[in-house]
């Protein structure tokens, strides 16, 4: 199975701020790795697919990076809705997997 | 716009065989995978497998033993049986449709979870 290793588990910012979370897969995944947001009691919502492209509908301060086993999510100027926790995931191969999560706060 | 309605008891006793199902609405069953994935309490996110309209599937070895997916194409549906289940099964399921875009993106083609059911509960308790 491909490990899937996020950080940090959590962090607090102030709006405005330029947030990055990290994920760091245990082989080379080349750009197949996505992003997800999930608010508490809700399901999770993509953000990100192939490492760097926004899905549609996604405000434009998402934004991804990365390629074989180093990727990172960055949130330009966090917004109060943003507080929620973010998972990557990788699609190179099966079983799917996902990172522990990194849980965003709002100062 | 195409959306996920799943259902299936919500409390079950140790050692039972844990049933939900998902419909589909609104969209199309086919050219898709169709997963389930569950979350403990407090917890992250599991894959536990995936099926087609066709039929084939695909699931995590971790579960593989005790997992059954199967599919109603007629009926735009699929569901996940989970036997012999313990208080490790607690957990969120949810169903959710993997996909991959019709334009692929330099080149490539990227799978990804786009569209999620609202989720059950499942809780295993003695």
């Known amino acids: 199975d491909i490990q899937m290793t996020q950080s940090p588990s959590s962090l607090s910012a102030s709006v405005g701020d330029r947030v990055t979370i990290t994920c760091r897969a245990s082989?080379?995944?080349?750009?197949?790795l996505n992003w997800y947001q999930q608010k508490p009691g809700k399901a999770p919502k993509l953000l990100i697919y192939?490492?760097?492209s926004l899905q549609s509908g996604v405000p434009s301060r998402f934004s991804g990076s990365g390629y074989g086993t180093d990727f990172i999510l960055t949130i330009s100027s966090l917004q109060p809705e943003d507080s929620a926790n973010y998972y990557c995931q990788q699609s190179y191969g099966s079983p799917r997997t996902f990172g522990q999560g990194t849980k965003v706060e709002i100062k | 716009q195409v959306q996920l309605q799943q259902w299936g008891a919500g409390l079950l006793r140790p050692s039972e065989t844990l049933s939900l199902t998902c419909g589909v609405y609104g969209g199309s069953f086919s050219g898709y995978y169709w997963s389930w994935i569950r979350q403990p309490p407090g917890k992250g996110l599991e894959w536990i497998g995936e099926?087609?309209?066709?039929?084939?599937?695909n699931s995590s070895p971790a579960l593989k033993s005790r997992v059954s997916i199967s599919v109603d194409s007629s009926r735009n549906q699929f569901s996940l049986r989970l036997s012999s289940v313990t208080a490790a099964d607690t957990a969120v399921y949810y169903c959710?449709?993997?996909?991959?875009?019709?334009?692929?993106?330099?080149?490539?083609?990227?799978?990804?979870?786009?569209?999620w059911g609202r989720g059950t509960l499942v809780t295993v308790s003695s």
């Open positions: 099926i087609n309209q066709s039929g084939a599937t």
């Open positions: 959710a449709r993997y996909m991959k875009p019709t334009t692929p993106t330099t080149g490539i083609y990227y799978w990804f979870f786009d569209l």
């Open positions: 192939g490492a760097s």
């Open positions: 082989q080379n995944i080349n750009s197949y």
